[in-house]
């Protein structure tokens, strides 16, 4: 069965940055896109980005100016999101999740992680 | 950007009622709109895209209709594990954006 694992929750000061990866199972992982959404308290999703798993191509949310990067390790069917520049604004779930074959939404769910900004 | 706008924020319901909730975008996104449900602690699942096309493995109870700006998901017969929060989300071009949830409460 598809499944997205995603690493533990990060506690992070102000001005640092962190790696969250999204590791895929269960599919042809090269033959999606995989997104990043993030959810901070109490808050609407919110879209971040994306990366064709197959070409490397990605495009991100002019809302973040240029403090993400998403990248992938096909040979480990693994995403992953670089968030640099934190603060506390920052503080949210953070979601992968796949892109269906038949547009931008979203069929399948990593199970989100708690990244935390405090000094 | 287009902006997505749900209400009610929140709904309170019974079990065995119909609900309804509306989700506008800002500019006509044809039927490029998705629904999830999420309840606390958890991930959203989809529940419907194309405005009205129900993923596979969800209830018929749950409906989506609507196109241009103006959507709906509609629940009928309300289940207990149908109380959670509903979001929309357009993809009719980037950026993606999402409505701002609806809570369905029990009565």
Known sequence: ?119 | DIQMTQSPSTLSASVGDRVTITCRASQSISSWLAWYQQKPGKAPKLLIYKASTLESGVPPRFSGSGSGTEFTLTISNLQPDDFATYYCQHYDSYPLTFGGGTNVEIK
């Open chain 1, 1 to 119: 069965q598809v499944q997205l694992v995603q690493s533990g929750a990060e506690v992070k000061k102000p001005g640092a940055s962190v790696w969250v990866s999204c590791k895929a199972s269960g599919y042809s992982f090269t033959g999606y896109t995989i997104q990043w959404v993030r959810q901070a308290p109490g808050q609407r999703l919110e879209w971040m980005g994306w990366i064709s798993v197959g070409s490397g191509v990605t495009q991100y949310s002019q809302g973040f100016q240029g403090r993400v990067t998403i990248t992938r390790d096909t040979s480990a069917s693994t995403a992953f999101m670089y968030l640099s520049s934190l603060t506390s604004e920052d503080t949210a779930v953070y979601y992968c999740v796949r892109e269906t074959l038949m547009g931008a939404f979203f069929d399948y769910w990593g199970q989100g992680t708690l990244v935390t900004v405090s000094s």
